[in-house]
């Protein structure tokens, strides 16, 4: 349905820094929240971070102290800022938003994903 479109990602030499971004379109808010996944080929896609609408963050594993996940609000827009960069994180980066569904649950949406390089 493309409601989310990423950007941000790049090549970046270890312990460089990338601040990923990523737009949610439409007039419905993600009101269950979003998060950023990542998902190196031949792989699982893997949770990295998530937030509420209300701002509550967490963060897995090896992303907490390095990684910081925000938003805009009323830009309806996500960021995740990519610091001490390592060259395991190289891989695919995924938005997330999730929507609120009747009678209840939320649906999932995702971004195209974006390209996130660590390397020297």
């Known amino acids: 349905q493309e409601q989310l479109v990423e950007s941000g990602g790049g090549s970046v030499q270890p312990g460089g820094s990338l601040k990923l971004s990523c737009v949610v379109s439409g007039n419905t808010f993600p009101d269950c929240g979003m998060a950023w996944y990542r998902q190196v080929p031949g792989e699982e896609r893997k949770l990295v971070s998530t937030i509420q609408r209300d701002g509550t963050t967490r963060y897995i594993g090896s992303a907490q102290g390095r990684f910081t996940i925000s938003q805009d609000n009323a830009k309806k827009t996500l960021y995740l800022q990519m610091n001490s960069l390592k060259t395991e994180d190289t891989t695919l980066y995924y938005c997330?938003?999730?929507?609120?569904?009747?009678?209840?649950?939320?649906?999932?949406?995702w971004g195209q994903g974006t390209q996130v390089t660590v390397s020297s």
């Open positions: 997330a938003a999730d929507f609120r569904r009747l009678p209840s649950g939320c649906r999932r949406s």
